[in-house]
């Protein structure tokens, strides 16, 4: 598996840096005969570029898509799907050029690949997370068709689980030039209650749904931990205690076991900060420096469609791997 | 990628059930060239293998090399080994045949392939790490060669941390015939001292290398957690807090910067225990068991050689892949 | 490995339909630093769309490239190239909407996927040969750097090998409504003459230079056949004969030898042909058809250059691959 | 695809040198529930080690399954089976230590890989065969409970068709001590004459079941051609001539159209031969060598249970890919 692509049948490449002419994704392995409509990806899009979320940046994002689709369905061939980048002002960045923000990637990259897009992060943008999301537009309606449903929220940002407290605070937070982390909770369910999720999906033994769904998770820039059911509180649970099936998450072994899934993902705060930091330069030597722009406080809000797009196209793969189980 | 298969480059396959005729692994892309003794695998499958460790049931795990070495060298051809089961009594699960124990995957495996070895987990067993473990070894003689150490520890159990009173605990658990989990710390760090880890293993965006050891780690059969560096406590922090080396956990944009990299797995209790549990038998009717064999009362200090052999088999492989960046 | 995904490191995704927005490739795992300016990609796309060639039809094929190239130079990112469909006119295709063309793949899609984007081929168009090409742009570049060279020419079309007397006899066959097959012959050689090729290019076991060339080759719409150094004619002699150089055609148990590797593939006559045949239709009802539009009399000119960017997609990724032999 | 796995979600995982401990398999995504008996592998090995077949070696190869099958049937889990060497006697070796035998990898793999097995060619021996016959084996059986049967012959040794005149010929060369080649058909049918081959195997651009196929049977190791249908000849045919059925060898666009798939595969004479041939060793020194031992005056014939396998395996895989087509 090249770094860029995702799944094994049920595949996702993508491509684009931050400021560059424009970001995309090629779905391969789509089932043909999917019903999709430019505005499945558009309104998931839309989440991800949060007008009305506290703290984040606004854009332009307009997707196009350039192969795969006939007659309003899904052919069996790859769906390629653009979104050009619009008033990108490279020159915003030249003074940052040289030097490694702190939390950044930008020194390891060079180090690295001996050379990077230093205009917003280039390649390591948040702004990739957009062809995920376009992606797991299309994921997602092969999902319901299949009685599969995936919901994520915002289970705290700073420390806050009030969403009116939360406000507040990034509120002030921006006005102090700072940032804040938070946790993501997702939900796979099926969309009918009596029946459940499908039974069955994941692969032993290094194919874990859990594993899986980790790696998808985990790949997403700020994330720095998950947890499924009771995750790390299991650890200090007793046997007797935690053989329900609530604390397993929806998962025995790795396979669904038709319950609810639940995880928990953690997101560090927004390294970009307007608030002096100590950074170094290409060339080692120290330098305080602002990192000004318009970058969320918190990116938690936008990180939601996005891991909602990211499991999204770990189940979409686990669903067709899961017809070659049997005879 | 196989759901048996692990790795890009340095690509491991395991197979093997616990009460089959053997386990084993077949190593494929290990260079050729590097020494090896069947004493550095039987060294490691004996630290998987604790008899003094509190609690873990007694195996004699001999690992036999088939292919692969030449003169003491690793020839560059696929290295396979494999341990053969010994003392299996089969008829011990006999009266388990039905039933779906609580917390185990023989629910989940009925009904994915609609059959299965029911005889200790079969394929679903704890025992399938072991040939993690001698892939492991493998993997991490090759790392050494490049400065590379892995050394995973037990950070606490039941909630404990002190090892004296861990001991204690886990007797008092066994009395009751009951089982504890815990979290297994992890830093893999440069042999030397001043040059320090590679800096550059891992790729953007889907491999990033704490994606990857996420899906290896939460792969090992009862994990049922991970962070990095700051991890969950990062979620917490604002963005003048967390952006500093430490919190990243050597880790930047899913590439190492050279410094240690560090995180944290969370394992349930055994799901194994004797206290009398509800469980439901393959026609859905609830019975009362008692799950009774050599099961450990605690699998975290067999687990941290396993997350030891996981993270080695995500580091050479990403050693390999990294000479592909540059021209 | 995705159907429409090729290469281990040096990874190609291709998209597009004959007929829709655009078609285009991914190109994934190009080690950073090498410098690509898009006159590399028209001049390839140029040699594909052969005005000068007999009986070829005409195309404006301008070439977009998206992501990956900052400053004239690879990223170590996806490279993204697209091109967009100019003039197709769908009407055209009317008629034969229901018809399965003799040869083609109209009958086979419709089967697999219950659906076909039927305006000229859809994806099974030859079309779509053109991601391959500018795919091959950018791998030929990089095997440059390293003292390769790619050269594929005509060996031999209708059964004639002198250009002059192949001339006419596309002529005839233009006018006669038909077509005329031919086979391809391809060298790989060192740039400088005295060190050669790289020795070492080709994995054991299954990943066999030439079982890849051969997979890459006839994965070309029409080819039908392919040989390596003496090829079938190696079948007929003894031991004793082909024990030479020569006759290996530069690969000796998958590997590069240092020495020329040469092959030949054969390609079918076109499949479109205006002349009278008889055909099927949706409801397995006999019809006669005639293929009208601007297909070319013979694809064996225009296939040259695709030979040469899989020959050189091939190379590139043996080329990466290699870097993990030793240690 | 690491080089020695083959296939997507049928795949097999081959290790083994001829003269070490052990050769063998692992077939990872068989699906659950095939009866397997060991003499369904034992009866493949033994068309391989063709007592009656003129000028073969004799082996006793005694297949072991170590994993995957329960109550006789395939777990879904990795099916591991292996094969012991006996009355290897690497002293018979020694003298060809350091010279390269005409015609062989032994060049080759010292150049990739600084070293090699030198006991009969190690890992590229023809032994490995072996590996991927047991692995057909299972392919065969979960193939033939879908209707499809491969018939593998010979149709030609040193240009000679008549079985009577190929025997006396290969006595000759036995004693002229040299050796012959030949062009083995294959054929993949349906069990069921009425109902055919599945229609839609296979998987288009670059997985097409030509190209897998041709990558499959030219990775055995004599191998130096492959054609499909009218092959070659095709090349010479017009289009008007070329379009029917018959030509196209049952596959159009790379997909299975649900006749007969036909293909023919040249193979070079054997290149081990006792007859005096110039060969160069480890320093460059031009040497005379007799290559003495028990090897086969023409592989041909051993080659088709392992045509047969290798096709085996790329249908099996094409046939679990097939079920993702459709919603």
């Not at 369905?73 to 979104?83: D, M, N, R, S, Y």
Request: proline share 4%.
């Amino acid at each position: 598996m090249a770094s860029n692509t995702f799944g094994q049948l049920f595949r996702v490449t993508t491509f684009g840096e931050s400021h560059g002419e424009a970001l995309g994704c090629v779905i391969d392995g789509c089932p043909a005969g999917l019903e999709i409509h430019i505005s499945d990806i558009e309104k998931e899009l839309e989440r991800r570029r949060p007008g009305a979320v506290h703290g984040s940046r606004d854009e332009q994002d307009k997707p196009e898509i350039l192969s795969g689709i006939f007659e309003g369905k899904t052919l069996g061939t790859p769906i390629a799907i653009i979104v050009r980048n619009t008033n990108q002002n490279p020159a915003d960045y030249d003074k940052l050029k040289d030097i490694y923000r702190p939390g950044h990637a930008d020194s390891t990259w060079d180090a690295k690949f001996g050379f990077r897009d230093y205009r917003g992060g280039g390649r390591s943008s948040g702004r990739e997370t957009l062809s995920r999301v376009a992606a797991g537009a299309i994921a997602k309606k092969l999902l319901s068709l299949h009685g599969i449903e995936i919901k994520a929220d915002i289970s705290e940002i700073a420390g806050i689980q009030d969403p009116e407290k939360i406000k507040i605070r990034l509120e002030e937070l921006k006005t102090e030039g700072d940032s804040a982390g938070g946790i993501v909770n997702c939900i796979i369910s099926g969309v009918n209650e009596l029946s459940g999720l499908p039974i069955g999906l994941g692969e032993p033994v290094f194919d874990k749904l859990d594993a899986r769904l980790a790696a998808a998770i985990i790949s997403i820039g700020a994330c720095k931990g998950i947890e499924f059911g009771a995750g790390f509180t299991a650890a200090g649970l007793l046997g007797g205690e935690n053989n329900n099936d609530k604390n397993a998450g929806g998962i025995l072994g790795g396979i669904s076991n038709g319950q609810d899934i639940v995880f928990r993902a953690a997101f560090k705060p927004t390294s970009s900060i307007k608030k002096l930091q100590t950074a170094k330069d290409k060339n080692g030597k120290e330098v305080e420096v602002s990192v000004t722009g318009r970058h969320d406080v918190c990116i938690v809000p936008r990180a939601v469609p996005v891991v909602e797009a990211m499991t999204a196209l770990v189940l979409a793969d686990f669903l067709l791997l899961s017809r070659s189980s049997r005879l």
